[in-house]
């Protein structure tokens, strides 16, 4: 097939990288462009028929309008910019307030440690006198 657009390509001049190859037979069909085509006849002849690529495409109409888009788009944009606006405007306070919450948790975390540390010493203290005060109750 490419020695063959090659040739035709050759013989009538033609850029074989824009423009493609189209064979018809005598009803107006399509036929592969290979080795295996049938030889032609005066009483059926074929057609080739040399065209751009692209050539025949129609664009079609678009089927939702851009203003329906282009509003929802913007009104997203929009929303989204407000929301970084109010962001900005409120950093210091989210600063403070996590600043706040961070020194809160350090104070519980202290008084947990200095409870733990008492237990531990309290543990500490206790001795082992090698008997139960008390009967167990198994």
């Known amino acids: 097939m490419t ?20 064979i018809r037979n005598s ?17 059926m002849p074929y057609v080739l028929e ?3 690529y692209f050539q025949h495409v129609n664009a079609r109409p678009r089927s939702t309008t851009m203003t329906v888009i282009h509003r929802s788009l ?3 944009l929009q929303g989204i910019m407000r929301r970084m606006e109010r962001l900005e405007e409120l950093l210091p ?19 947990k440690l200095i409870f733990l540390h008492k237990r531990m010493e309290m543990a500490e203290s206790c001795c082992w006198e090698g008997m139960f005060r008390r009967a167990p109750l198994w």
């Open 3 to 22: 020695t063959l657009r090659q040739i035709l390509a050759h013989s009538f001049r033609l850029d074989v990288a824009q423009v493609t190859f189209k």
């Open 27 to 43: 009803r107006g069909f399509l036929i592969p462009l290979n080795s295996c085509i049938p030889v032609n006849s005066k009483r």
């Open 50 to 52: 040399v065209a751009k």
């Open 74 to 76: 913007k009104s997203r």
């Open 93 to 111: 306070q989210i600063k403070q307030k996590q600043h706040e919450k961070m020194t809160k948790d350090i104070d519980l975390l202290n008084q």
